[in-house]
C-alpha cells in the first residue's frame, strides 16, 4: 500500500484525509523523520513531539495566508514536509539542501526565520498588528516551547499581546525540556499547572463549541479523561507529578491564578498533544475567540522512537545515528576532544583549586561542556535558563561579590546579551569571564549558528580583553590567565574536535596583550611574509607557511593570541619587516582582527599592505561540513596563498621591496 505522505504536499491535501487517514499520516512522518535524520543529523526529538500538533494546525489553518511562527524553529520539519518541500527533504541540512529551520526564503510558508530561542511570541504579535493596521483577517499563530517560555522576550512580548491585539494564538509545546532537563520556577509552575485538578477544568464555552463537531463527543470524552487522570495522563506524556505542600497562597501564587490570565490571555489546557481529534477541536475553538489566547499542549519529546524516549537530551539534536539501537557514529580512533569538553574539564580543575570561580550556562550544559561541572561540583554551577542577558547579568552581581563567574555562552547566543556586556561588564569593569564557544561556523545550522561576529563586538568596548587559543592546552592557559585579570575577558574559541595537543598538568599565565612568534624570518633573502593567524586559523596558517617556504618565501609565523589588547609592538615590527602582513581569523572580516591590524598599521603608518582572510560580508548559508564553505569562501590554502602573492606584485609591495634591497645594499 502506498503511503499517504506520498500524497501530501501541501496544507489543502492535509484537509482533504479522514482523521483514521491523518492519523496513518502521523505515524508516516515520525518514519521519515527517523529515516532522513538517521543520514543528515538534526533535531530529532523536538520534531517527533509536534508531529499531531503540526497535522492539526495545517488542518485547521491555511497557510500562507495564517501565519505560522515557531519558536527557535527546530521543530519545523514536519510543516516543512507538509508544505511542498517533502520531495527535497532528504536534503536537509546539507550544502544546497533545505535549512534546518524557517526560512522566508525557502518557502511561502515560512511568515519567520528564526533559530534563536524566544523571538515566536514577540514576532507573531507584530504580524497581529501587522494585520490589524492592514483590517484583514489572517490567524496568526506562535508555537513555543517550554523551554522558550523562560526566555526574557517571552514575557515582553505577552505583558504586551492584550493591550495590542484581540486575535491571538498561542501554542505552549510543552515536554519538560529544552535541550536538557527545564530548569526554574517556569518549569515548576507549569508542571503545577498540569498536575493540580483546579487547572484542569475545561472551559464551559469550549466544551459548547466541541459538540457542534461531529468526534465533537470522542474529542470531549478524550479530554475529560485527561482532565479526571491528569496524573495517568500525564505518565502518558513523560511527565511528573510536581512536589506536594505548593498549595495557593491566595495572592497569585501557586494554586490561585494563572500567569497567562493575569497578563489578559485566556488560557486552555493542558491537552494531549498526541490526541489528533482533540487537538483540531481546540484549534478549530481558538479560531473562534475574539481574545487573545494560549493553549497549553503536553507533548513528548522523542514520541515513536524509543531510543530518543530514553535519551531525549542526546536526541534534540544529533548527528548520523544507527536507527536499530540509536548510537551515534563514534569518533574516528585517534581524534581529538570536542573544544567544550576540554574547557569544561578545565574549568572543574580551576574551580577546585579557586572558590571565588563558578561557572554559569543558559540552558546549554552539554553543549558548552558545563555538565562536567555540574556533576563534579553541583553548587559552583548555575543553569538560569534560555536568558543570556540575564546571564551575563547575574554573573555581573556575582563579580561585585568577588568571585570570577565564567559564562559559556556561544558566540552567538551571546549578541542577546550585548547591551549587559557593554552596560554591565564592561562600564564597571568587572572580572567576568566569556567564554565563546563555536566562534566561527556551525555549518549545518547555518547563519542563525555561525559565530562571526564576537571579534566585531567586543573589540571596540573598552575595558575589555579579547583573545584566541592557537589549541587546547593554550585554550586552559587563558581560561587561568582570565581568573586572575580584574577586567571583562573574552575567549574565542570553535566548534568541533580541538587540535590533539596535550594539556599540561598545571596551567601558565600568559602575559596580557603578548603575541607568541612561532617563526622569525631567517632574513636569508626571500621575499617576506609575516603570517598572523588568530586561534582555530593557526593550523591553516602552518600549511600557508609551509608552502611559501617551500616556494622560497621568506615566512614568519606569528600567534596573536590576543584582539585586544593587540601586541602593538610586535604587530608593528614584524609589519614594517614584512612586504606582506596576512591576518587570517574564523571571522567576518569587517571590523574583526585583520580589521584591528589595519587600524594599528594606519597610525604608525606603516605601509606594508595587510591581506585580510576571513569571512565576507555577508551571511554564510549553512552546508554539510565546515570544509565545503571555506573552499567557497576560500579561506584555503591556495586562496592565501595566492592572495599574497597577487598583492606582491601590486606596485606598493614592489617598491617596497626595491627600498629593501637599496637599504640592504
Ligand atoms: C537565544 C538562544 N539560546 C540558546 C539556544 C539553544 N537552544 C536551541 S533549542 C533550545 C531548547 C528549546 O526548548 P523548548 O523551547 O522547550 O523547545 P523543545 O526543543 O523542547 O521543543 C535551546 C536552549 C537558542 N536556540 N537560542
Known amino acids: 500500500m502506498s503511503r499517504y505522505l506520498e500524497m501530501v504536499d501541501s496544507p489543502t491535501h492535509v484537509k482533504k484525509l479522514t482523521l483514521e487517514q491523518l492519523q496513518q499520516l502521523a505515524e508516516e512522518i515520525r518514519q521519515e523523520l527517523i529515516t532522513v535524520l538517521s543520514k543528515n543529523g538534526g533535531h530529532l526529538g523536538p520534531n517527533l513531539g509536534v508531529v499531531e500538533l503540526t497535522i492539526a494546525l495545517h488542518r485547521v489553518f491555511t497557510t500562507p495566508k495564517d501565519k505560522f511562527v515557531w519558536d527557535v524553529s527546530h521543530q519545523i520539519y514536519v510543516h516543512k514536509l507538509l508544505t511542498g518541500r517533502k520531495g527535497r527533504f532528504d536534503t536537509i541540512r546539507s550544502t544546497g539542501g533545505l535549512s534546518g529551520f524557517a526560512l522566508r526564503s525557502e518557502s511561502e510558508h515560512d511568515c519567520y526565520g528564526a533559530a534563536h530561542a524566544g523571538t515566536a511570541l514577540s514576532a507573531a504579535l507584530g504580524i497581529c498588528a501587522g494585520r490589524d ?20 522576550i517571552s514575557f515582553e512580548a505577552m505583558n504586551n499581546i492584550a493591550p495590542t491585539t484581540k486575535k491571538f494564538i498561542g501554542i505552549l509545546n510543552d515536554n519538560e525540556w529544552g535541550i536538557a532537563k527545564n530548569v526554574g520556577a517556569i518549569s515548576t509552575y507549569l508542571n503545577r499547572l498540569i498536575t493540580h485538578p483546579s487547572y484542569n477544568k475545561l472551559a464551559r464555552d469550549f466544551e459548547r463549541f466541541v459538540r457542534r463537531f461531529p468526534k465533537g463527543d470522542i474529542a470531549l470524552k478524550l479530554a475529560h479523561k485527561a482532565e479526571e487522570g491528569m496524573k495517568g495522563a500525564l505518565t502518558d506524556v513523560g511527565l511528573r507529578p510536581s ?14 491564578s494563572l500567569i497567562f490570565e493575569e497578563m489578559g490571555l485566556r488560557y486552555l489546557g493542558p491537552i494531549d498533544g498526541h490526541n489528533l481529534p482533540l487537538l483540531i ?5 481558538a479560531k473562534t475567540c475574539d481574545r487573545p489566547i494560549v493553549i497549553h499542549v503536553l507533548t513528548q519529546k522523542g514520541k515513536g522512537y524509543e531510543a530518543a ?53 543558559a540552558a546549554m550544559p552539554s553543549g558548552t561542556g558545563l555538565k562536567h561541572l555540574e556533576k563534579a561540583l553541583p553548587n559552583r554551577y548555575y543553569d538560569v ?43 564597571q569593569d568587572l572580572p567576568v569571564i566569556f567564554c565563546l564557544d563555536r566562534a566561527g561556523l556551525s555549518a549545518q545550522d547555518g547563519p542563525t549558528h555561525h559565530g562571526l561576529f564576537d571579534i566585531a563586538y567586543v573589540r571596540s568596548v573598552p575595558n575589555c580583553i579579547a583573545m584566541a587559543p592557537k589549541d587546547e592546552d593554550e585554550l586552559v592557559d587563558m581560561m587561568f590567565t582570565a581568573t586572575h585579570e580584574r ?60 608552502q611559501l617556504t617551500a616556494e622560497g618565501y621568506d615566512v614568519a609565523l606569528v600567534n596573536p593570541r590576543f584582539v585586544k589588547p593587540l601586541d602593538a609592538g610586535l604587530t608593528e615590527f614584524f609589519g614594517r619587516a614584512a612586504e606582506v602582513t ?9 571590523g574583526g582582527y585583520g580589521s584591528a591590524v589595519v587600524e594599528l598599521f594606519s597610525e604608525k603608518r606603516i605601509t606594508t599592505p595587510v591581506v585580510r582572510v576571513g569571512w565576507p560580508d555577508q551571511f ?46
Open 309 to 361: 524516549l530514553k535519551n531525549p537530551e542526546k536526541f534534540h539534536g544529533l548527528g548520523p545515528y544507527d536507527i536499530a539501537t540509536g548510537a551515534t557514529l563514534p569518533a574516528e580512533p585517534g581524534t581529538p576532544p570536542q573544544w567544550q569538553d576540554v574547557f569544561g574539564q578545565a574549568l572543574v580543575r580551576l574551580c577546585q583549586k579557586d572558590n571565588t570561580i563558578v561557572g554559569i550556562t
Open 487 to 546: 577586567h571583562p575577558t573574552f575567549i574565542r574559541y570553535p566548534r568541533g574536535p580541538a587540535e590533539g595537543v596535550p594539556v599540561k598538568e598545571q596551567p601558565r599565565l600568559i602575559e596580557i596583550g603578548k603575541a607568541e612568534v612561532i617563526q622569525s624570518f631567517s632574513n636569508k633573502g626571500g621575499r617576506k611574509v609575516a603570517l598572523f593567524p588568530l586561534g582555530n586559523m593557526m593550523s591553516l596558517g602552518r600549511q600557508v607557511a609551509a
Open 385 to 427: 535558563g534560555i536568558a543570556e542577558e540575564h546571564a551575563v547579568l547575574f554573573a555581573c552581581g556575582m563579580a561585585t561579590m568577588g568571585f570570577h563567574p565564567v559564562c559559556a555562552i556561544y558566540s552567538t547566543f551571546l549578541q542577546r546579551a550585548y547591551d549587559c556586556i557593554v552596560h554591565d561588564a564592561a562600564l
Open 133 to 152: 493596521q492592514r483590517g484583514s483577517d489572517e490567524n496568526v499563530v506562535a508555537i513555543f516551547g517550554d523551554a522558550a517560555l523562560t526566555n526574557g
Open 582 to 590: 596576512v591576518t587570517l581569523e574564523d571571522h567576518v572580516v569587517l
Open 620 to 665: 554564510i548559508e549553512h552546508a554539510s561540513t565546515v570544509e565545503v564553505l571555506r573552499s567557497k569562501y576560500g579561506l584555503t590554502v591556495e586562496n592565501t596563498v595566492a592572495s599574497i602573492k597577487s598583492e606582491l606584485s601590486q606596485p606598493a609591495a614592489a617598491s617596497k621591496l626595491i627600498a629593501q634591497h637599496v637599504q640592504a645594499g
Open 281 to 285: 477541536s481546540t484549534l478549530e475553538f
Open 243 to 256: 512536589p506536594s505542600g505548593m498549595e495557593g497562597d491566595g495572592r497569585g501564587g501557586y494554586g490561585s
